[in-house]
T-cell receptor, first 109, second 114 residues
């Protein structure tokens, strides 16, 4: 089956940039997604990128896609304590999404 | 501007009982998806439904689990004769269904089996 891999933990200092990385195997994905999950809550759609793009910027968020290497990254500029959460990368089709195990981002004061 | 609504937020059942989880999609969305999240793991796809049709149930366990999305009312995920291993967070997502529109998630139902 399809697979999505992410590192489990990332710690950064407040004000620094965070970069969360993801690799995926589904070459047929039309879009790739980043979701944020805070404790006890559902998944909040942060951003998504069309597979024929290589970069998308949305305020403090920058998504980079290397389709050849099947590598996706999410950069959060000027990271704040409110950004502490689990971040999920997802690939897939209109039928179903395949999620990574999530990256726990901890923002240190 | 209601998002995807799931209820109950928390559900406690004893082994052998039935669990019913409900999901009302966002306004204008006709496609519903169910995912399960075990502790410390990512979400795993279970089933994809449109009104009155199951489109893809490749992630559903073969026994005890069923899902429906009737013409009227919410989508229901039903788990019969629950076991301890069913304890998880169950998330519903919806989308408009056109092409590759992103899925929007509810806050989930946390199911605990005693």
């Amino acid at each position: 089956g399809e697979d999505v891999e992410q590192s489990l933990f990332l710690s950064v200092r407040e004000g620094d940039s965070s970069v969360i990385n993801c690799t995926y195997t589904d070459s047929s994905s039309t879009y790739l997604y980043w979701y944020k999950q805070e404790p006890g809550a559902g998944l909040q759609l942060l951003t998504y990128i069309f597979s024929n793009m290589d970069m998308k910027q949305d305020q403090r968020l920058t998504v980079l896609l290397n389709k050849k290497d099947k590598h996706l990254s999410l950069r959060i500029a000027d990271t704040q304590t409110g950004d502490s959460a689990i971040y999920f990368c997802a690939s897939g089709s209109a039928r179903q999404l395949t999620f990574g195990s999530g990256t726990q981002l901890t923002v240190l004061p | 501007n209601a998002g995807v609504m799931q209820n109950p937020r928390h559900l406690v059942r004893r082994r052998g009982q039935e669990a019913r989880l409900r999901c009302s999609p966002m306004k204008g969305h006709s496609h519903v998806y169910w995912y399960r999240q075990l502790p410390e793991e990512g979400l795993k796809f279970m089933v994809y439904l449109q009104k009155e049709n199951i489109i893809d149930e490749s992630g559903m366990p073969k026994e005890r689990f069923s899902a429906e999305f009737p013409k009227e009312g919410p989508s229901i995920l039903r788990i019969q004769q629950v076991v301890r291993g069913d304890s998880a967070a169950y998330f519903c997502a919806s989308s408009p269904g056109q092409r590759e529109q992103p899925q929007h998630f509810g806050d989930g139902t946390r199911l605990s089996i005693l």
